[in-house]
């Protein structure tokens, strides 16, 4: 994968890209569709979309947190986080979600664009805690966006991710298995990168999970086929039909085991 840095602005742009792309899948679900299951255990589309709008409120706390050093977390806790979320869901009517989403997105370009360099060097707290400077906030809204536009659950995949975010991602994957031990044993035959045509991943660790992991597990794919299947959101449902050759993507890839958990 591509090891290059990115820059604030170019993190800026990936973050209006995601945005589009989540809150183009959110106009989709209709009102009765609310309350439909999205790929989040326990959680509707409701709640996925009241978990982004409460995330991007959160996202501008740290930015106030940035841009006058005081002292402003995402959220008082994860139970509080949650807490919020319930209660947006049980409040807010179904017809209002999109309206809502779409002024909370605007609002949040509003405040990041109030940033100047100083600011983006703060050292502000993510969501897990940990301390990290106010530039991680436009990447880490993108990786919400393009994430939570799976889990409406309505037929978007990974497939449609830009390379750059797919890297990305990936990357944060394989890093949070090693943080936290998390075995994981994976042969990915990557039908449309060179850099990564067999891909052994072996983490050792010893956090227990659903599937055996002493002989890898053995899935072709696109990268971002085996990207969406890695994080846990299941396999495209159907490949994107690309129009210039006239094929469609990787068929599904039969019965295949349940990766190790991710955030």
């Known amino acids: 994968m591509a090891d290059?840095?990115?820059?604030?602005n170019d993190d800026l742009?990936?973050?209006?890209?995601?945005?589009?792309?989540?809150?183009q899948a959110l106009d989709q679900v209709t009102h009765a569709g609310m309350g439909g299951p999205s790929r989040l255990p326990g959680w509707t589309r409701k709640h996925v979309a009241m978990h982004v709008i409460a995330n991007a409120d959160a996202f501008m706390r740290l930015i106030e947190w940035a841009r006058t050093g005081n002292e402003n977390p995402m959220y008082p806790s994860r139970a509080a986080r949650d807490a919020e979320i319930e209660q947006l869901v049980a409040s807010t009517p179904d017809g209002d979600v999109s309206t809502m989403a779409h002024e909370a997105s605007e609002e949040l370009t509003q405040a990041l664009n109030t940033m100047n360099n100083d600011a983006w060097s703060v050292l502000v707290r993510t969501g897990q805690g940990e301390e990290a400077a106010a530039s991680f906030i436009p990447w880490a809204r993108a990786r919400e966006c393009f994430v939570h536009a799976l889990d409406l659950n309505i037929g978007y995949t990974a497939l449609d991710f830009p390379t750059a975010a797919a890297d990305r991602i990936f990357a944060e994957l394989l890093g949070y298995w090693k943080k936290?031990?998390?075995?994981?044993?994976?042969?990915?035959?990557?039908?449309?990168?060179?850099d990564l045509a067999e891909w052994h991943i072996n983490t050792p660790g010893t956090e227990k999970n659903d599937t055996d992991f002493s002989r890898p597990v053995e899935v072709t794919g696109e990268f971002n086929e085996l990207l969406q299947y890695a994080i846990g959101r299941g396999w495209p449902a159907s490949g994107r039909q690309d129009n210039a050759k006239g094929a469609a993507g990787t068929a599904t890839p039969e019965d295949l085991p349940t990766p190790p958990p991710w955030v």
């Open 4 to 8: 290059n840095t990115p820059s604030t």
């Open 13 to 23: 742009q990936l973050r209006m890209l995601a945005e589009g792309f989540y809150l």
């Open 180 to 194: 936290t031990e998390t075995r994981a044993n994976f042969l990915f035959h990557v039908t449309d990168r060179e």
